[in-house]
């Protein structure tokens, strides 16, 4: 991995840089791009509501089978952390037995999440800290962070938010500085929830679900000022999801897991190259796991090592 920082440099610049089941049309069949399914997996972290976090890998499959990995116990403060980024892992630290790291919002304030394991594979409590970066984040409604695969895993991070008002807002780490240059883009009030879908050189794409059910791409050119472009995928039957989570699936595919909070469950899709209404969307079935803790999110290797997801 040549021009990357070091392992243990990754986790340090890490934390500083932040000082119901839905239907698919009828006749819709596995594209081409998504054959691989039953090979691809996706790994789940949550927030549960004692402050704790979980991690499973999913595999898609007939049926899907999932793998319980190590919890690591009371991390935040009960009951309040509200919103995650995706968490990347250094399993090999030195001195340590790896480290995580993240972004939470924990009631109204945005706080960097980093903590560093024993060799024994316990959160080493000297360690641990949760970094307020500031307050105000009340009402968002989601939170990510875009790691490209690049040469400098720094170069193209990209923090995201959504609030409650409609209004996208994203923030760069153009040298590993920090929340910086924001830019923002309204008329998004009627959408529930977002997943990464795609990482390029000169955009990032969301897939967004909305209150009445529409499933959209958003593309955000990362050229300033940030126009989206807007895709409509399908037009009904996706507003059960609070979560989604996705996954690339073979070449140009993805895998894509919706998690309904209010009956606790689990759905997996395998989901084309992003072409508007055209998309190919295959249903996978249900998840033998229950989803009930209130925050999701989705768990990588350090940045720049996850692949790229599909592109439009």
Not at 77 to 84: H, K, V
Not at 244 to 264: P, R, S, V
């Amino acid at each position: 991995m040549s021009g990357r920082l070091g392992t243990a440099g990754r986790v340090a610049a890490a934390a500083a840089l932040v000082t119901g089941v839905l239907a698919v049309a009828p006749g819709e069949a596995l594209a081409a791009d998504t054959t691989a399914t039953a090979a691809c997996k996706l790994e789940v972290g949550s927030v549960t509501a004692g402050g704790d976090h979980t991690d499973r890998v999913i595999t898609a499959g007939s049926p899907a089978t999932v793998q319980q990995k190590p919890s690591y116990p009371d991390l935040y403060p009960e009951g309040l952390p509200r919103l995650s980024s995706l968490f990347f892992n250094d399993p090999v630290v030195q001195g340590f037995g790896g480290a995580y790291a993240g972004h939470v919002v924990i009631g109204s304030g945005l706080y960097s999440s980093t903590y560093f394991l024993t060799e024994a594979g316990e959160v080493d409590r000297t360690q641990s800290h949760n970094f307020r970066i500031g307050g105000g984040w009340g009402d968002a409604t989601f939170l990510e962070t875009s790691y490209p695969k690049d040469p400098d895993p720094w170069a193209l991070v990209n923090h995201y938010s959504l609030r409650s008002n409609g209004t996208i807002t994203r923030w760069d780490d153009k040298g590993g500085f920090g929340w910086t240059n924001p830019q923002s883009a309204g008329g998004f009030a009627a959408v529930k929830t977002m997943t990464l879908l795609s990482q390029t050189a000169t955009y990032d794409t969301f897939l967004a679900t909305t209150r009445g059910g529409a499933l959209y791409t958003i593309r955000l050119p990362l050229a300033s000022p940030m126009k989206p472009i807007v895709k409509r995928v399908r037009s009904a039957t996706w507003q059960g999801f609070e979560t989604l989570i996705a996954e690339k699936c073979g070449q140009y595919g993805t895998l894509l897991l919706g998690i309904d909070k209010d009956t606790g469950s689990g759905y997996l899709y395998a989901v084309g190259h992003a072409n508007g209404a055209a998309t190919v969307i295959n249903g996978l079935g249900k998840v033998p796991a229950t989803f009930a803790d209130p925050v999701s999110f989705r768990r990588v290797l350090q940045p720049g090592d996850q692949p790229l997801l599909f592109g439009e």
